[in-house]
């Protein structure tokens, strides 16, 4: 149903901004949360935490005149109750149901999808290279990006084409300007901002082996090769290419201080294999990786901050409430790291999630070879990256 399909309650209830619900999660208070969309959508994704109380009843079970007993019953309570939605309507319709049966509800503002444009910037504090280095955090989707900021200029590392007018605002704020927008990879979770930042003055990159895709633009972007340097203020990004999740897979090490290894390695787990070749290919592509882990990532020096590109619920921030790690750490921490490779491909098949809502379509749009305007590519993005290989850490205590 569309919003303006649902009867007016004859109580009307406040909305809460997504914004104002993330701060209340993030600052440990209590959350109690009635999600009113589809069984299914709320299996695939939804608001998460230690502090959050939540509970799935579909908003069908409101329309009657008289709401059952039964299902009052299922409904928690809180202080107040945040009812949301996909997009707002229903749930101030069930709010307001809610409210006429004297519950303390509010409604979240834009439901889901107001949630999905949450988009926060925190600084890397143990970055020590030139100029100072932001992570970018995408709390529906776990999506990360990178903005280094260094005399004057300013580059962004996985940028997602729905903030585009976030990074060049964020630089301006910054003083810099922003010089350079690089992609790790063809991803498949999200549609890439390099074209659009491109568009608007940015340099876009992207990496030359991704060219094997078929990549219909790489000729109208800079082509970054295993080795190259782009300077941006004080600062350099190096390239690194470390192939596995993708055949494409590149890593940026900004600044000799912190490596951004899109899906190669994240704080929690290794990249999962089977986005580009499926199943059949996953075991080539682990090796792959293995291979780019061992050569490429760990021998960089301990104190090599990792960053990648995505973070789940199994990821601890660390005390400056990035996602990121030194390798030395992780290195302690993940056994994944240190196992031979037979052992390592076994690990890496044994437990993969499923595969991203409507990976192949943003797949295929972000190779250029088909078109996705803004909402299209919204919506196309929306649920949870699910690029790693395991649900769960593969980091021990």
Same mark, same amino acid.
């Given at each position: 149903?569309?919003?303006?399909?649902?009867?007016?309650?004859?109580?009307?209830?406040?909305?809460?901004?997504?914004?104002?619900?993330?701060?209340?999660? +993030? *600052?440990? !208070?209590?959350?109690?949360? @009635?999600?009113?969309?589809?069984?299914?959508?709320?299996?695939?994704? %939804? /608001?998460? $935490?230690?502090?959050?109380?939540?509970?799935?009843?579909?908003?069908?079970?409101?329309?009657?005149?008289?709401?059952?007993?039964?299902?009052?019953?299922?409904?928690?309570?809180?202080?107040?109750?945040?009812?949301?939605?996909?997009?707002?309507?229903?749930?101030?319709?069930?709010?307001?149901?809610?409210?006429?049966?004297?519950?303390?509800?509010?409604?979240?503002?834009?439901?889901?999808?107001?949630?999905?444009?949450?988009?926060?910037?925190?600084?890397?504090?143990?970055?020590?290279?030139?100029?100072?280095?932001?992570?970018?955090?995408?709390?529906?989707?776990?999506?990360?990006?990178?903005?280094?900021?260094?005399?004057?200029?300013?580059?962004?590392?996985?940028?997602?084409?729905?903030?585009?007018?976030?990074?060049?605002? +964020? *630089?301006? !704020?910054?003083?810099?300007? @922003?010089?350079?927008?690089?992609?790790?990879?063809?991803?498949?979770? %999200? /549609?890439? $901002?390099?074209?659009?930042?491109?568009?608007?003055?940015?340099?876009?990159?992207?990496?030359?082996?991704?060219?094997?895709?078929?990549?219909?633009?790489?000729?109208?972007?800079?082509?970054?090769?295993?080795?190259?340097?782009?300077?941006?203020?004080?600062?350099?990004?190096?390239?690194?290419?470390?192939?596995?999740?993708?055949?494409?897979?590149?890593?940026?090490?900004?600044?000799?201080?912190?490596?951004?290894?899109?899906?190669?390695?994240?704080?929690?787990?290794?990249?999962?294999?089977?986005?580009?070749?499926?199943?059949?290919?996953?075991?080539?592509?682990?090796?792959?990786?293995?291979?780019?882990?061992?050569?490429?990532?760990?021998?960089?020096?301990?104190?090599?901050?990792?960053?990648?590109?995505?973070?789940?619920?199994? *990821?601890?921030?660390?005390?400056?409430?990035?996602?990121?790690?030194?390798?030395?750490?992780?290195?302690?921490?993940?056994?994944?790291?240190?196992?031979?490779?037979?052992?390592?491909?076994?690990?890496?098949?044994?437990?993969?999630?499923?595969?991203?809502?409507?990976?192949?379509?943003?797949?295929?749009?972000?190779?250029?070879?088909?078109?996705?305007?803004?909402?299209?590519?919204?919506?196309?993005?929306?649920?949870?990256?699910?690029?790693?290989?395991?649900?769960?850490?593969?980091?021990?205590?």
């Amino acid at each position: 149903m569309d919003a303006d399909d649902f009867p007016t309650p004859a109580v009307e209830v406040d909305e809460i901004e997504p914004s104002e619900l993330k701060a209340q999660i +993030d *600052a440990g !208070e209590a959350v109690t949360i @009635l999600d009113a969309r589809m069984n299914g959508d709320f299996d695939e994704w %939804h /608001i998460d $935490g230690e502090n959050v109380e939540i509970a799935n009843v579909p908003y069908f079970h409101f329309l009657e005149d008289e709401v059952e007993a039964d299902i009052l019953e299922q409904v928690p309570e809180g202080e107040p109750l945040v009812v949301l939605c996909a997009k707002g309507g229903a749930s101030a319709f069930v709010a307001g149901k809610l409210a006429e049966n004297g519950r303390d509800v509010v409604h979240l503002d834009e439901g889901m999808n107001g949630w999905a444009r949450i988009y926060e910037r925190v600084e890397v504090s143990r970055y020590d290279g030139p100029g100072t280095l932001y992570q970018y955090q995408r709390p529906s989707s776990g999506c990360l990006g990178y903005l280094l900021v260094s005399d004057g200029e300013a580059a962004v590392v996985d940028p997602l084409r729905a903030f585009t007018d976030r990074y060049l605002d +964020d *630089a301006e !704020e910054l003083g810099a300007e @922003l010089t350079y927008a690089f992609d790790t990879h063809i991803h498949a979770d %999200h /549609i890439s $901002g390099v074209r659009a930042l491109d568009d608007e003055g940015v340099t876009g990159v992207i990496p030359e082996a991704a060219r094997q895709r078929d990549v219909t633009y790489i000729d109208e972007l800079v082509s970054a090769d295993d080795g190259d340097e782009f300077a941006v203020g004080d600062a350099t990004v190096e390239t690194v290419y470390t192939p596995g999740h993708t055949s494409g897979m590149t890593s940026y090490l900004l600044g000799d201080s912190l490596l951004a290894t899109g899906d190669g390695l994240f704080i929690e787990s290794v990249a999962r294999p089977d986005l580009e070749e499926g199943d059949e290919g996953a075991p080539d592509a682990a090796r792959q990786l293995y291979e780019s882990l061992q050569t490429k990532v760990l021998t960089q020096d301990d104190d090599v901050l990792v960053g990648g590109a995505h973070f789940s619920d199994a *990821a601890a921030p660390a005390e400056d409430g990035t996602y990121t790690a030194p390798i030395g750490q992780l290195r302690e921490e993940m056994d994944a790291l240190t196992m031979d490779e037979d052992d390592f491909v076994e690990t890496v098949l044994a437990d993969m999630p499923p595969r991203p809502a409507n990976y192949e379509d943003i797949i295929a749009t972000n190779l250029g070879q088909q078109t996705a305007d803004d909402d299209e590519a919204f919506e196309l993005e929306l649920g949870p990256n699910n690029c790693a290989a395991s649900q769960d850490a593969l980091t021990g205590d």
